[in-house]
């Protein structure tokens, strides 16, 4: 991709020559980044006067920064697999202990790093956590039953 003067650009596109106006080319790349967003992709472009250089790049999902995180640390060995189970249990108190105390910023703490450790297992176990998740929905997702006192009670099949 060249440059002509300061308006236009001239595009190399399967061997054939085309001729774009520099705004309207800024205009579809945000547009297109707009529609990739939700895909957690990020656009990078680099404009200057010969070129325009563009690349996509992978977001990571909190799940990969965690896994990478926990990976630095030497924590996703599958013997610590014990120790990380008592992990998962000491969170899962402190959250109960924010919920019983009415502490919002405790309670987002507390779900946070339960959801962290339960990452962290995850891999320990060699399960993949987003398709266990995925079980679980789709083992409860047609559940009838009621709730009782604060409690689903599944019918009986």
């Known amino acids: 991709m060249t440059v ?3 308006e236009n650009l001239i595009v190399n ?9 520099k705004q309207f080319v800024k205009d579809a790349l ?3 980044l ?3 967003e939700n895909k957690k992709l990020t656009f990078c472009a680099n404009y200057n006067r010969d070129n325009v250089n563009t690349t996509w790049k992978k ?15 030497d924590l ?3 013997e610590n697999k014990h120790q990380q189970l008592v992990k998962v ?4 108190g402190e959250l109960s202990k924010a919920i019983l105390k009415n502490d919002v910023v405790q309670q987002i703490d507390g779900l946070g790093d339960v959801q ?23 083992e409860i997702k047609d559940r009838k039953g009621k709730t009782v006192g604060g409690t689903f009670i599944k019918n009986e099949q």
Do not use: P, R
């Open 13 to 21: 596109i399967g061997g054939k020559t085309q001729l774009f106006n």
């Open 76 to 78: 996703l060995k599958s």
């Open 116 to 138: 962290v450790t339960l990452i962290i297992l995850s891999k320990q176990l060699g399960l993949d956590y987003d398709k266990c998740l995925e079980a679980a929905w789709e």
């Open 59 to 73: 977001e990571n999902t909190i799940q990969e920064k965690v896994t990478a995180w926990a990976e630095a640390k």
């Open 4 to 6: 002509d003067n300061q």
């Open 89 to 92: 249990m000491e969170e899962l």
């Open 34 to 36: 707009i529609e990739e």
């Open 30 to 32: 945000k547009a297109h």
